[in-house]
């Protein structure tokens, strides 16, 4: 089993709707969550992050934790064609130390 | 959002080159930067992870002698790829980290080895 699994998508929305990216990781250990948005070419930017179970929002976005199914979302509302792009979920495994599992990410595909 | 510069942009050399690429966290003290390879359409793949003056840990499969690393301050950290091969070419980011704190990550460099 991959550590950091994601539909490689793509997963194509229209404009205005809401995009669902999955994720889910294999150690029950890990302590932090991660999202990061990468357009083609580009380096990855850091969208939100999440340690608590739960939900936490800032703007359109929303990520969603749930530790028990070991399962982690992000949420786009009011999906624009610049949010087209790859989405990488990341776990950090080691508490006190920043280094990352990458999944391989999903590609959004949001058409006008 | 924390600040992390990555020159140059892109490189462009003959085969036999070395090549160093910097990274510098601007806006915050570094614990650990990480310097990642992508090459086209696929995932990032983590080469190694350097700590403040200590050798760098380098991830299986990856040479060290190839890729040198040096993180000489919490600032900055240098990757040197020696003796450059057109199989070398491919997208070089970092990232910079601190803690529990995401990682931010550099532009990237495009190297493309002739």
């Given amino acids: 089993q991959k550590e950091v699994e994601q539909n490689s998508g793509p997963l194509s929305v229209p404009e205005g709707a809401i995009a669902s990216l999955n994720c889910t990781y294999s150690d029950r250990g890990s302590q932090s969550f991660f999202w990061y948005r990468q357009y083609s070419g580009k380096s990855p930017e850091l969208i939100m992050f999440i340690y608590s179970n739960g939900d936490k929002e800032d703007g359109r976005f929303t990520a969603q934790l749930n530790k028990a199914s070991q399962y982690v979302s992000l949420l786009i509302r009011d999906s624009q064609p610049s949010d087209s792009a790859t989405y990488l979920c990341a776990v950090n495994k080691n508490s006190g130390y920043s280094t990352l599992t990458f999944g391989k990410g999903t590609m959004l595909l949001v058409s006008p | ?114």
């Fill in chain 2, 1 to 114: 959002g924390a600040v992390v510069s990555q020159h140059p942009s892109r490189v462009i050399c003959k085969s036999g080159t070395s090549v160093k690429i910097e990274c510098r966290s601007l806006d915050f003290q570094a614990t650990t930067m990480f310097w990642y390879r992508q090459f086209p359409k696929q995932s990032l793949m983590l080469m190694a992870t350097s700590n403040e003056g200590s050798k760098a840990t380098y991830e299986q499969g990856v040479e060290k002698d190839k890729f040198l690393i040096n993180h000489a301050s919490l600032t900055l950290s240098t990757l040197t790829v020696t003796s450059a091969h057109p199989e070398d070419s491919s997208f070089y980011i970092c990232s910079a980290g601190r803690g529990m704190q995401p990682q931010h990550f550099g532009d990237g460099t495009r190297l493309s080895i002739l």
